[in-house]
């Protein structure tokens, strides 16, 4: 089963006794300040699940683009499981 954003609102809603709406508005709320913090190369980090961060690539001028050549450097996001997510999923994906 995927946890999409359908399922999360309706987990949020039922877990925290919100409205759909409500817990709509938490998720995008949420969101929205995760993809601003990445937008102005902050990360997010949640202690004992995960770290996401962007990282800026350098790439020296010589990549080619289909529409020219890429400026000196391109972004990544990267996200790097905490211990306690690596060893769940070690346990449970065996």
Partial sequence: MSLDKKRTIQL?????????FEA????????????EELAQGGSIA???LFTIQVRTIP???RSIHPQGRLPGHYHRLEIHP???????LKKHLK
């Fill in 24 to 35: 709509q508005r938490c998720l995008e709320t949420l969101l929205t300040l995760w993809r």
């Fill in 46 to 48: 949640y202690q004992g």
């Fill in 12 to 20: 949020l809603a039922t877990h925290l006794n919100l409205s759909r």
């Fill in 82 to 88: 905490s211990q306690p997510l690596k060893a769940a």
């Fill in 59 to 61: 790439t020296g001028g």
